[in-house]
C-alpha cells in the first residue's frame, strides 16, 4: 500500500470531498494562493476548485466562524482553516455558541443543522509561546453540541476528515503539528473511519495508557522502554473525544487494573480529569492504583527549550507514570 505523510492525507481528504460535493468550501487564512497555513495542508486546492471555493480572508476570526455558520445553516459545509487552535479563541462565540449550541437553542426538531469543520492545529514542542503552541483539547470537549476529532497517524486523518465533512453536526478537527510529517499506509480505495471509535495502538497486560494526538506516538515510544523492563503497557488512542468511546477504555482497565492517561492540555479540568473520572464511575472496584495523568501543569507556555522539556509530556515522564503505579500494592 502506498504510504503518505498526514499532510498529504489531509489534503487528499479535502480535495476527494469537494468533488462529490461542490457545497464543499474552505475558508480561512492563507489558505489559497500563499497556502501557508496548516503545514500546506491546503496546497493546490484553490488552482482545482478556484477562489469562489477556497477563501482567503484576513485576520478575521470572528468573520471566519460567523460566516462559516451562516453558510452551514443555508446548507452549504465550510471547512475552516484556523491554523492554529489558539487563533480560534478570539471566535469562541461563533464555535462554541453560534455552532455548537444552535441546534439546542433553536430545535433540532426543525431539522436545523450546521454542518461545519472548523480545523487547526495544536501543540508546544517548538517554543513559540503561549499564543501558538497551546492544545486546548478540554476547552472544547467542555463544550455541548460539538464533536471532537484528533488524529495521529495519516490513514485516521484521511478516514476521519472525510467523516467530518459530511457529519451535519460542528466537528473541531485538531491536527498536531508533530504529526504532520508522520507517514504511514492510506488506501486509495475510498473509506470512512466511524466516530466514537477508539483504536488500541500496542496490547499489553500490566497498565492502559490512554494517550491523545501526538501523545499517542510519545505513549509508544514509553511502551517500547517499559517493556525492555518487562512491563507490558496497553496504549488506547480515543481518536475523538466528542463522541468518547469510554466502552474500549474502561475493558482495558478492567483487564490491566492500572492506567495513565496523557493529554498535553493543561492538567485541570482537562481531558486526562474527564476520562479518568469516567473510568473510576465504571470501572473503580477493578482499579489496582491510583489513575495517574500526565499534562501541562498549568503554567503558561514557554520558549525556552529546557523549559518546554519541564513542562510537556514526554517518554519518560509517561513512563515513570506507569512505574508510579505498578509501585502501588495491589488492594486486597
Request: charged residues 25%; proline residues 7%; aromatic residues 6%.
Amino acid at each position: 500500500m502506498r504510504e503518505l505523510t498526514m499532510v498529504q492525507a489531509l489534503n487528499e481528504a479535502m480535495k476527494e470531498e469537494m468533488r462529490r460535493d461542490p457545497k464543499v468550501y474552505v475558508i480561512g487564512e492563507a489558505v489559497g494562493k500563499y497556502a501557508m497555513g496548516m503545514s500546506r495542508v491546503t496546497s493546490g486546492l484553490e488552482e482545482e476548485f478556484g477562489p469562489e471555493r477556497v477563501r482567503d480572508t484576513g485576520i478575521v476570526e470572528c468573520l471566519i466562524g460567523g460566516s462559516c455558520v451562516g453558510a452551514a445553516l443555508a446548507g452549504y459545509r465550510p471547512v475552516a482553516d484556523y491554523m492554529r487552535a489558539d487563533f480560534m479563541f478570539p471566535a469562541l462565540d461563533e464555535v462554541l455558541v453560534k455552532a455548537g449550541l444552535w441546534r439546542h437553542e433553536h430545535g433540532a426538531a426543525e431539522n436545523m443543522s450546521v454542518p461545519l469543520v472548523f480545523r487547526a492545529s495544536i501543540g508546544g514542542y517548538g517554543g513559540g509561546g503561549s499564543e501558538h503552541m497551546r492544545a486546548p483539547n478540554g476547552l472544547f470537549m467542555h463544550a455541548p453540541g460539538l464533536k471532537i476529532v484528533l488524529p495521529t497517524n495519516p490513514y485516521d486523518a484521511k478516514g476521519l476528515l472525510k467523516t467530518a465533512i459530511r457529519d451535519d453536526n460542528p466537528v473541531v478537527f485538531l491536527e498536531h503539528r508533530l504529526c504532520y510529517p508522520i507517514k504511514g499506509p492510506v488506501p486509495e480505495e475510498e473509506y470512512l473511519i466511524p466516530f466514537g471509535v477508539a483504536d488500541i495502538r500496542r496490547e499489553g497486560t500490566d497498565c492502559t495508557i490512554v494517550a491523545t494526538a501526538y501523545q499517542v506516538v510519545q505513549s509508544l515510544q514509553a511502551a517500547e522502554e517499559l517493556a525492555k523492563e518487562g512491563i507490558s503497557a496497553e496504549v488506547i488512542d480515543p481518536r475523538t473525544l466528542e463522541p468518547l468511546d469510554i466502552d474500549t477504555i474502561v475493558a482495558s482497565v478492567r483487564k490491566t487494573g492500572r492506567c495513565v492517561i496523557v493529554d498535553e492540555d493543561y492538567i485541570r479540568c482537562s481531558v486526562a480529569s474527564e476520562i479518568g473520572f469516567q473510568i473510576q464511575e465504571q470501572a473503580l472496584d477493578t482499579l489496582k492504583a491510583p489513575i495517574q495523568r500526565v499534562g501541562n501543569p498549568n503554567v503558561s507556555h514557554v520558549t525556552a527549550p529546557p523549559l518546554v522539556k519541564a513542562i510537556l509530556p514526554n517518554p519518560e515522564k509517561i513512563a515513570d507514570a506507569v512505574r508510579a503505579t505498578l509501585r502501588v500494592a495491589t488492594r486486597a
